[in-house]
């Protein structure tokens, strides 16, 4: 018998919004993987910190945390024989992701890697779009409209060509980019329509108009439009 892999959701980052299940897992682990920059702590650990066993086998998937490539792809090749040696054994191991696995998330390299050979469990999570809807305080999407959640490093004309076929539109990944997507924000005249939010459910989340954002943003922000004509009101059925 082999051990199974389990890819856990924890959410946007407040360990309150990690589910019932998720946290029951961690706190009956064995061995425990998780991504991790070359330095400071592994967010999705802190996340899940005071669940994880002390006893614990823990495998971090250091990924460096700078503007040019580097091969990520061995960095998860690494990781997967580690982890697979486990299963082997027959221990089950648990994958730590920040928001949702599937959304965005690194854990489909590691699934890619090694849904052939062994059961893999994947444990939904609060998604870092819910989390930043929340902190907002103001609905996104009603009725009918059509939601587009985009990558931040797309070029400005596949940006300004999607956005203005949405009626609402999520833009992630904002970091080093912030100054070029307000810019393009404002050329298609969204600017008044538009909100960011950076680390949303943890105590520094902060929420504003995308027009007072600050100069530089972390990684963990977004970017919310609502292109309707009254979009933060509710309207009559």
């Not at 982890?83 to 696995?101: K, M, N, R, S, W």
């Not at 400005?156 to 956005?163: F, H, I, K, Q």
């Not at 833009?171 to 005249?189: F, P, Q, W």
Request: charged share 20%; aromatic share 6%; hydrophobic share 45%.
């Amino acid at each position: 018998m082999t051990g199974k892999l389990y890819g856990i959701g924890l959410g946007p980052g407040d360990p309150e919004l990690m589910t019932l299940k998720a946290h029951r897992l961690i706190t009956g682990a064995r061995v425990i993987a998780y991504p991790a920059p070359d330095s400071g702590e592994s967010f999705a650990r802190s996340i899940a910190a005071a669940a994880i066993p002390a006893d614990a086998i823990e495998i971090p998937m250091i990924v460096p945390m700078r503007t040019e490539r580097f091969p990520a792809q061995e960095v998860y090749a690494t990781a997967a024989k580690q982890i697979a040696a486990h299963l082997h054994d027959g221990t089950d191991v648990l994958v730590l992701c920040e928001g949702d696995p599937f959304f965005y998330g690194s854990f489909m390299y590691l699934f890619a890697r090694l849904s052939e050979a062994f059961g893999v469990e994947i444990v939904p999570g609060v998604s870092s779009l819910a989390g930043c809807t929340a902190a907002m305080q103001r609905p996104l999407v009603a009725r009918n409209d059509v939601l587009t959640v985009l990558p931040g490093p797309l070029p400005d004309g596949d940006l300004e060509a999607r956005v203005a076929a949405s009626e609402a539109v999520a833009i992630m990944k904002v970091g080093r980019h912030l100054s070029r997507l307000r810019a393009l924000v404002e050329r298609m005249g969204l600017l008044d329509r538009a909100r960011y939010i950076e680390r949303a459910s943890l105590p520094n989340q902060r929420s504003m108009t995308l027009a007072d954002a600050p100069d530089k943003a972390p990684y963990f922000s977004m970017i919310l439009i609502n292109k309707g004509t009254d979009p933060w009101l509710a309207q009559t059925p």
